[in-house]
């Protein structure tokens, strides 16, 4: 399985950290356990196309939005969370568009 | 007052040469992280790229960073935080025809792709390296903890190389 | 058919040409007092013990491959009970005990193989979790030994012992810990099942669970509508795609492991050596080949397939242990689904729709709990309760913060 980094290019599966679904982007409100619940643990765990985030850990330290299908591993879309921002805010909240 | 000796991280290392290949140390010299507070700064590195102005370097080394290697920080330090970072790295050169198939064991990216002027930030077996394609090989980035490991694990592919061809 | 000694002579004597299917064929009724969906080993081990100790015997395990094609079938078969939280200990526990009941219990030979295995460690922090971890068991009723290197040395002399990268400090040694043939379980079981007038339906999927007021009333599949009041959910890597069919979100990332085993050898691995800092952990089957396997590739994943740079990664781990291996030639390596969940402890619980069960969240370490797994999902399938040995199997315990998080990673699904 090999990623191509929005800044790095193709690179191999072992330069990344999986952190996991893209529930992780929606910051849950403080307080609403149930919200709290589903952005820690449920998911839709779907057999198919997916949307989890990656960390380029070995290379640029960019958090990416990648596009995978979870049967066939094959991935058809890489973008930075970031989207050209900075700082964490940016990183949990994907701006419209750059998904 | 006492004259300190600033020892390199492979202090006393001699260059190991085999069967076309040199690896040895390099003095880098002062290096800088360069973290610009708006990316799109002028004369920051695209990625996977250096900026070279005489004798220095801006060097791409990830998002929203660059090494200046070898030179004075002159006004970045208005536009970017600014570290020094020369004690941390260690600095090697891995010279010759054979060196691309050398790292080619080492490193999961096709460094026949780059030519002089360009960088990759990727990994050195388990280790983290940044690769400088510089005139007949490259400079190779290590932390500065992990000179040695560096040095062992590219030591034992330069000989195992060696010993293939001799064969 | 009961299996003895005498027949198998018999049999040798006039070609094994005698033996018949072990389990019937047969086509799913209309209608069911309960349904199991899945026939690995945790559906059919509950089938048998809804059975056998409950006396529900108008019931359906629905495969939708044929028994035993899925992670019963793939795993690397290490059976132990040498958990450390209060709640996984005491099931734990309750499972073993099973196992050395099975053999005798199916009337058929698991191979279950107590040869003991070692957790090694390699450092001074390392040696007061075991140490824990050690007592823990032996409150449990289970057996643990210390072993400091030398201890270690005696059992394990091919380690090598000079590495200075993760020296060997010493050793748990759990001597009721091994292996069985995986396969065999589920065969086991199967018959057993069959034998009490379980229905086990192969190539049948479920495609839907009909539910009727917020109470469970059957289940759709490829071979037709099947009623039932009464369902469990038993799937395993599968656990979100089922529970999906009514209307669940469940506390599971499915994700792939892989396992390898190299040309048979003679005997040269006499336990199950585990080396935790590396993920890499070692056995030898009954036929030679050398078994091993590491940690999850992970990402999530329903392929049944890893990418290289972990099988680099177990190989590399395998070198630094034990180098006498480099020699071994792999012959094979393959995949499972793991369904992990976010404290790597399992589910058994009752669900929102009422008759609706689950029993998942295995991560990479459900073989050995086969036998109790069935037997407290049975419990709990037929009496409404939780077994007491797996109370704290919580679905909502997610939610409510009560997580069995053996290995203290936190709330990630793939850091288990
Ligand atoms: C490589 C590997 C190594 C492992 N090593 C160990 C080990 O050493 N020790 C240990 O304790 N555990 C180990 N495990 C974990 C263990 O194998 C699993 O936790 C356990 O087998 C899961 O339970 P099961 O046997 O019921 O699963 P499975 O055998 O996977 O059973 C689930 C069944 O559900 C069926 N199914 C799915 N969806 C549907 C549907 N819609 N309709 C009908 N049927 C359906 C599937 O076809 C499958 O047969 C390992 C797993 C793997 C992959
Ligand atoms: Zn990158």
Redesign the interface.
């Given at each position: 399985?090999r990623i191509t980094c929005p800044?790095?290019?193709p690179?191999?599966?072992?330069?990344f950290y999986?952190?996991?679904?893209e529930d992780y982007l929606t910051q849950p409100a403080l307080g609403d356990?149930?919200a709290i619940?589903?952005h820690?643990?449920?998911?839709?765990?779907?057999?198919g196309e997916?949307r989890?985030l990656?960390y380029?850990e070995?290379?640029?330290?960019?958090w990416l939005l990648v596009t995978?299908n979870?049967?066939?591993?094959k991935i058809s879309d890489v973008v930075?969370v970031?989207g050209?921002g900075?700082g964490i805010l940016a990183k949990m909240k994907p701006e419209e568009g750059a998904l | 007052m006492v004259n300190l000796i600033a020892k390199s991280p492979l202090w006393g290392q001699a260059p190991l040469v085999s069967a076309g290949v040199t690896l040895a140390e390099v003095d880098l010299g002062q290096v800088t992280s360069i973290a610009p507070?708006?990316?799109a700064v002028p004369g920051f590195p695209a990625?996977?790229t250096v900026v070279a102005d005489g004798a220095a370097r801006l060097v791409w080394t990830?998002?929203?960073?660059a090494f200046l290697i070898g030179g004075p920080v002159g006004d970045w330090a208005e536009v970017a935080a600014v570290t020094d970072q020369s004690d941390g790295w260690a600095g090697l050169s891995l010279l010759g025809a054979g060196a691309v198939d050398v790292l080619a064991r080492l490193v999961?990216?096709d460094l026949r792709r780059l030519a002089v002027g360009d960088c990759?930030?990727?990994?050195l077996g388990h280790m983290?390296v940044i690769v400088i394609a510089v005139a007949g090989g490259f400079e190779l980035l290590v932390f500065r903890s992990m000179a040695q490991t560096a040095w062992h694990e590219l030591a034992t592919v330069i000989k195992m190389r060696g010993a293939r061809l001799a064969c | 058919m009961r299996y003895s000694g005498l027949k198998v002579i018999t049999q040798g004597l006039f070609g094994n040409k005698g033996w018949g299917p072990v389990w019937r064929d047969p086509a799913p009724k209309g209608e069911y007092d309960a349904i199991i969906i899945g026939g690995g080993g945790h559906g059919l081990s509950t089938a048998y013990y809804l059975a056998k100790n409950h006396g529900l015997t108008n019931i359906a395990v629905l495969e939708k491959g044929y028994i035993g094609s899925g992670n019963v079938g793939r795993n690397t078969t290490i059976v132990r009970a040498n958990y450390f939280l209060p709640g996984n200990s005491e099931f734990y526990s309750h499972s073993l005990k099973l196992w050395e009941g099975l053999e005798a219990e199916l009337n058929y030979n698991v191979m279950h193989s107590q040869r003991g295995l070692i957790n090694l460690f390699h450092s001074d922090g390392q040696r007061d979790a075991f140490v824990r971890r050690g007592n823990a068991m032996i409150n449990q009723g289970d057996d643990a030994i210390l072993l400091d290197r030398e201890g270690v040395r005696q059992h394990l002399p091919y380690l090598d012992f000079e590495q200075t990268r993760f020296p060997i400090y010493g050793g748990l040694l759990h001597p009721r810990g091994g292996t069985a043939r995986h396969d065999a379980v589920a065969w086991g079981y199967a018959r057993g099942a069959d034998q009490r007038g379980v229905d086990l339906i192969q190539n049948c999927e479920v495609t839907g669970i009909d539910i009727e007021g917020g109470r469970v009333v059957g289940v759709q599949t490829t071979r037709g509508s099947i009623r039932a009041r009464k369902v469990g959910m038993v799937v395993a890597g599968r656990s979100?795609?089922v529970a999906?069919m009514a209307g669940m979100?469940?506390?599971?990332?499915?994700h792939v492991l892989q396992a390898f085993v190299t040309e048979g050898l003679k005997p040269c691995i006499d336990h199950v050596v585990s080396f935790g800092m590396g993920h890499f952990y070692i056995s030898q089957s009954d036929k030679g080949g050398l078994v091993f396997g590491g940690d999850i590739d992970?990402?999530?994943?329903?392929?049944s397939r890893g990418?290289l740079?972990m099988v680099e990664h177990v190989m590399e781990a395998g070198m630094t242990l034990m180098p006498m291996i480099g020699r071994a030639k792999v012959l094979r390596s393959w995949g499972g689904i793991m369904d992990m969940t976010?404290d790597g402890s399992p589910i058994i619980d009752k669900t929102p729709v009422d008759g609706l069960f689950i029993d998942a969240g295995w991560n990479y370490g459900g073989f050995k709990a086969v036998p109790a797994s069935g037997w407290c999902m049975a419990h709990l399938m037929a009496t409404g309760e939780s077994h007491a040995v797996a109370r704290r199997f919580r679905l909502d315990r997610?939610?409510t913060g009560h997580l069995l998080d053996e290995e203290g990673t936190g709330?990630?699904?793939?850091l288990h």
């Open positions: 399985m800044l790095c290019g690179r191999d599966r072992r330069e999986y952190y996991g679904s356990f149930d619940d589903a820690l643990h449920l998911r839709d765990n779907l057999a997916v989890d990656w380029h070995m290379g640029c330290a960019a995978r979870t049967v066939t591993h930075q970031a050209g900075v | 507070f708006d990316m990625p996977n990830g998002r929203g960073q999961p990216v990759a930030r990727t990994q983290a | 979100g795609q999906a979100r469940l506390p599971i990332e499915s992970f990402y999530a994943s329903y392929a990418n740079p976010p997610f939610k709330s990630q699904h793939n």
